[in-house]
């Protein structure tokens, strides 16, 4: 299933920087961009409602394509459908038929006219769940959440591998410098945490 290439977008005119137009007061401008602006704006405004009419487009298609899928799963033999379904329509995806006939069929109650993309119908008619807020709180700075422990075990399981087969006091002294000098943001970190 290949998509359609998007349209192309009109190359806009960008006024050279030493036009001058009068302002308000009839002081003079440097430039008038207000041509370009308002070529902007509307290509702007066209894009955006020929991007709502396409998403509107593919939610109907969609519904469409479900209805049809439901047809076609009650028509043939039980057990046979993934592979009927893989056969005939390779482009569509097990998962995505599911969703296309969940909405299909919930779509029939529930009112689509104010989605805008196919996530959003999915999410009107339940076929996808709706996302738990985030909470937005501040962290208090006197109770911090440690986050980033998953980096320092790492750390610890590698160190403690490292020595098991060579102590630190058979280190070399340079493996031993080497390894001190990587380590001195962390001694610095530690001494800041005690103090």
């Known amino acids: 299933m290949t998509k359609p290439k998007p349209k192309p977008v009109a190359a806009l005119e960008v006024l050279p920087p030493d036009t001058a137009a009068p302002d308000t007061q009839g002081a003079m401008l440097s430039i008038d961009l207000s041509a370009s602006i308002n070529a902007a704006f509307t290509t702007a405004r066209t894009a955006a409602d020929s991007a709502t009419n396409e998403a509107r487009a593919a939610i109907t298609a969609a519904v469409q394509c479900g209805d049809l899928l439901t047809r076609q799963k009650a028509s043939v033999p039980h057990g046979t459908w993934l592979d009927w379904l893989a056969a005939h329509c390779p482009g569509i995806s097990a ?16 009112d689509l ?49 490292r020595t098991e087969d060579k102590p630190l006091a058979k280190w070399t002294p340079e493996a031993r410098r080497l390894l001190r000098n990587e380590l001195a943001w962390f001694k610095k970190l530690h001494d800041d945490l005690a103090a």
């Not at 998962?95 to 529930?110: D, P």
């Not at 999410?123 to 911090?144: M, Y």
């Open 95 to 110: 998962e995505t038929a599911r969703r296309y006939m969940r909405l299909s069929k919930r779509s029939q109650v529930t």
């Open 113 to 161: 006219t104010d989605a805008t993309s196919l996530r959003q119908a999915y999410l009107a008619t339940g076929v996808l769940p709706e996302e738990p807020p985030r909470d937005n709180v501040t962290p208090d700075a006197n109770a911090p959440v440690v986050t980033f422990t998953r980096g320092l075990d790492q750390f610890r399981r590698w160190f403690h591998r």
